[in-house]
């Protein structure tokens, strides 16, 4: 099973979605702001991914209007912290295959490879 986490009204998380009906890949869609991701999914989500740079939306209008001294977290629980009080900072949509692969964000061509359909 695939799980999709990302926001309802999300432009890129209904391409994403509406891709893996169209190429028939069952999924679960978690709208992060009415279910929360615990902190630990999210420290395992950075870890996998590469650190918390490529979870972290910094293109965001959310990103922008923090204050200066909110920018730079210092340490994990700070991060967890930050995306607890502003989810929609998590890059856009995360999603997680059964065998645990964590990636970010949606191309049609990245799906097509992630998902070996559509070539």
Do not use: I
């Not at 099973?1 to 999300?10: A, E, F, P």
């Not at 999210?42 to 923090?66: E, F, I, P, Y």
């Not at 929609?88 to 990636?103: E, I, S």
């Amino acid at each position: 099973m695939v799980t999709v986490y990302g926001l309802d009204n999300c432009d890129t998380c209904k391409k994403a979605r509406n891709w893996l009906r169209r190429f028939e890949v069952a999924h679960e869609f978690v709208d992060y702001r009415a279910r929360r991701v615990p902190a630990e999914t999210l420290r395992a989500w950075a870890g996998q991914l590469g650190g918390w740079d490529k979870l972290v939306n910094k293109a965001s209008t959310t990103w922008r209007q923090l204050p200066e001294g909110r920018k730079s977290p210092g340490s994990d629980p700070e991060w967890t912290l930050l995306l607890k009080e502003y989810p929609a900072l998590v890059k856009r949509p995360v999603v997680v295959t059964a065998d645990g692969v964590v990636t970010v964000g949606f191309t049609d061509n990245a799906f097509k490879a992630r998902f070996g359909v559509g070539k």
